[in-house]
């Protein structure tokens, strides 16, 4: 290890085990009880890779005869760590917006790192064509996503508005952004020496980011995070071949791969392709389903009716959405399933994969309540049961369980896969008001004989129907 | 450079076949913290930003690299945290509570 090569095998042999751990820990992803190992190998990796990669940048610096700057390495580590804490203790409700916000900062590393590569580059050696195109995928992928993920974040934290913004020309505006964007970047591969031109490459990526992620709403956020978290991988891989590190490489490409199947996953589970949800808005076309909306007669039930109707099923499926995230009611749903299972009802929950605003946000609140993860059913393994279910429970779900989505071709998600709710004997929805769901679309099961409204906010009232079956006879 | 450049593709072809194979078989139950995971697993690109630190070659690169060093660093340090957080809180229905 007393020469460059020695020391390059040395790290080259660290980045290979750490690649390796990376993989395991995906795979030890894919049941709960292995899950923790995997956590456990990615940070050995990610130690080793850390701690290899500081020797062999002392080891090069002693034989270059560089002073190398620990001072500032190390307190930019700590610095990090430090913000990382508190990014890692968030409330489980809040894990969408920290995650659109991670996406950010993973994606904000490579544009600076790309960027500093670049004027390096430039004011010395000049820039090979091929790494110049490369580096342009990365900060330009890497540019829209830190924009683009702000403003999911940004949405999904309610401090911008949730409701599409569109206007006229949207699409025409956003793709000449882009095509600019890649001019640049063509000219820039075949003139390296235009620095000038480098950072309005840079800006058009950032304002291509806001303006990708404007004109989408809050029910598309699964897909659009899981998008973003493909480009942040895609751009660390783009990275990699920049300086060269398969490390990286290899990083960036099972990230970007996640990212992309978590995306297919979302879109089919909507029945839209991905260039619908990034160039259609669902906005225009909820205003037309709210305007044919009218006033028809609904059923409606007290907590006591609920309580009572609960308690003399058998089999009870809940199906929570969105609605129950937002009234916090994840913990009196727990308790819910606790007094029924006591009457020996069986309850299992309906989890539609794009419940929520992030792949898999139901499972990890209704986890974090203490409901048992075998009692979580995805939507094709429980759709067969609704015919033999008693009660199905909709709390803060509304568009996943609308059955004009196999019936009304004029409907806007018609051919979305939803869950069979309506084939149970009873159907109870907890809403606070008939105001149509979030995407504005009028749900024909409102309005069905086997339906009961329950109104009130979700949280209060499944407490209500808690207290009921709690003093009751048992 | 151009050798480089095919051994890379290589990589990037094989670690890509391996990632669809590998987390197609995530169950949706995981799936939020299969995000979060990835995320602290992407971080790894605070390895380059080390580096332009360590090496301080000019004081943009420098600075720029701070700044990346800080980002990519509270992405690990959050990510693992986070999803160990989660994972934690998968339980069997086997032990019940009162």
Redesign the interface.
């Known amino acids: 290890m007393t020469t460059i090569a020695g020391s390059q095998a040395f790290i080259g042999f660290i980045y290979l085990v750490a690649s390796g751990l990376f993989i395991l820990a995906l795979k030890w992803m894919n049941s709960p009880p292995t899950a923790r190992r995997g956590i456990l190998a990615g940070e050995i990796g990610m130690v080793l890779a850390i701690g290899g990669t500081i020797l062999q940048l002392g080891i090069e610096g002693k034989l270059e005869g560089i002073t190398i700057d620990y001072v500032w390495v190390f307190a930019a580590l700590g610095i990090g760590t430090a913000i990382g804490i508190p990014l890692g203790l968030v409330q489980m409700t809040a894990v969408p917006q920290r995650t659109a916000l991670s996406h950010a900062f993973g994606a904000f590393c490579v544009t600076l790192v790309g960027t500093a590569e670049y004027y390096l580059g430039v004011n010395g050696s000049g820039i090979p064509a091929f790494k110049m195109s490369v580096l342009c995928c990365e900060v330009i992928l890497g540019g829209l996503t830190v924009t683009g993920s702000l403003m999911a974040a940004g949405k999904l934290q309610e401090v911008l508005p949730q409701r599409p913004i569109t206007y006229k020309g949207q699409n025409f505006v956003n793709l000449s952004l882009f095509a600019i964007a890649i001019i640049i970047a063509v000219y820039l591969v075949l003139h390296p020496g235009a620095p000038h031109l480098y950072p309005i490459m840079v800006g058009i990526a950032l304002v291509f980011g806001v303006m990708l992620v404007i004109p989408i709403g809050g029910a598309d956020m699964p897909t659009v995070i899981s998008l973003l978290n493909s480009y942040a991988g895609l751009s660390a891989a783009a990275m990699g071949f920049v300086l060269n590190n398969k490390l990286l490489i290899i990083a960036g490409a099972l990230d970007g791969s996640s990212g992309f199947i978590l995306s297919v996953i979302m879109s089919k589970a909507m029945n839209r392709s991905f260039t619908n949800v990034l160039f259609g808005a669902f906005g225009q076309v909820a205003a037309s389903a709210a305007a044919a909306q009218e006033a028809r007669p609904v059923k409606s039930a007290s907590p006591e009716e609920a309580a009572g109707i609960l308690a003399a099923a058998s089999r009870v499926v809940v199906v929570p959405g969105y609605g129950m995230a937002v009234a916090q009611a994840q913990h009196k749903v727990r308790e819910l399933y606790d007094q029924l299972t006591k009457k020996g009802v069986d309850v299992r929950f309906a989890i539609h994969p794009v419940a929520g605003r992030m792949p898999g946000h139901m499972n990890v609140l209704l986890a974090e309540a203490d409901v048992p993860y075998d009692r979580l059913m995805e939507m094709d393994d429980i759709n067969g049961d609704f015919p033999q279910t008693d009660v199905s429970l909709i709390i803060g779900a509304n568009d996943v369980t609308n059955p004009a989505a196999k019936t009304d071709q004029s409907s806007p998600i018609y051919g979305m896969p939803v869950l069979d709710v309506e084939k149970s004997h009873t159907v109870m929805v907890i809403k606070r008001s008939m105001n149509p769901g979030f995407a504005g679309i009028d749900n024909p099961l409102y309005y069905m004989d086997q339906t009961l409204m329950l109104f009130g906010d979700a949280k209060a009232f499944v407490s209500n129907i808690v207290k009921e079956l709690s003093g009751g006879h048992g | ?1 151009g050798t ?2 095919i ?2 593709l290589f ?2 072809m094989l ?2 076949f ?3 194979e ?37 004081p ?3 600075i ?31 032990p019940t ?1 009162s």
């Not at chain 2, 720029?64 to 959050?78: D, F, K």
């Open positions: 450079m480089a450049l051994d890379g990589v990037f670690a890509g391996i990632g669809f590998v987390i197609k078989r995530i169950s949706p139950l995981l799936h939020t913290p299969l995000m979060s995971i990835t995320n602290a697993l992407d971080a790894i690109a605070v390895v380059g930003a080390i580096v332009l630190v360590g090496r301080h070659e000019s943009l690169a420098r720029l690299g701070i700044l990346a060093v800080i980002a990519a660093t509270s992405n690990i340090v959050g990510g693992f945290l986070i999803t160990d957080r989660m994972l934690r809180m998968f339980k069997s229905s086997r509570k």
